[in-house]
């Protein structure tokens, strides 16, 4: 009787029967964590200094371009700007693409709307292959406030971008003599 019992319970609790769920449920949690650490394609720094702020836009042109001429997108509000074929084949694309930016980012420092203009873009260029081929272009803005210490920022990207990484940099400065030493605190 104890040798029927093992029988049965070694063809009900075979390992290749056990090995395809666990398999699936391992496979499942380690795509989902993959996913859970992609970072967005898009992101911004953005810079205070004295009397001014700079923000450095890097991103994804082809993906924002598709968005940017696709109708449909326009019609649900997902952009307010819509790129015909004239545009798309324009020199002076990137150029209209600045000047939307400029309009379309929402800075607010100390709540206090900010207006920013356009200083320029570029490719952008890593030395690595597989990322000059994403088409990356960087844009830079900047616009001028009369807050010594600001205290609160907020900032809000047109949702055509996507999302957008996003780090703020306070510089701090401070002149260091020959063989002197600086305490710089970090916050």
């Given amino acids: 009787m104890i040798r029927f019992n093992q029988a049965r319970m070694s063809r009900r609790f075979s390992l290749p029967k056990l090995v395809r769920p666990v398999f699936i449920l391992l496979s499942s ?42 109708p449909s997108a326009w019609l649900t509000g997902e ?3 819509l790129l015909t074929q004239a545009d798309l084949s324009s020199d002076a694309l990137n150029d209209k693409l600045a000047e939307y930016l400029a309009g379309a980012i929402e800075l607010k420092l100390e709540q206090e709307a ?42 809000q990207f047109p949702a055509s ?3 957008v990484l996003v780090s703020v940099v306070q510089p701090q400065y401070g ?10 605190a970090l916050q």
């Fill in 175 to 184: 002149l260091i003599k020959a063989g002197g030493e600086k305490v710089f």
């Fill in 29 to 70: 949690l380690i795509l989902s964590v993959g996913h859970a650490h992609e970072f967005p394609q898009n992101s911004a720094q953005i810079i205070l200094r004295d009397g001014q702020v700079e923000v450095r836009l890097l991103i994804d042109i082809d993906d924002w371009q598709t968005i940017l001429s696709d």
């Fill in 161 to 163: 971008l996507a999302s």
């Fill in 79 to 81: 952009t307010d700007l």
């Fill in 114 to 155: 900010l207006v920013f203009m356009s200083e320029s873009y570029q490719a952008y260029e890593t030395g690595h292959e597989d990322e000059a081929e994403q088409g990356l272009v960087e844009f830079r803005l900047s616009a001028q406030h009369a807050f010594a210490h600001p205290k609160g920022l907020s900032v």
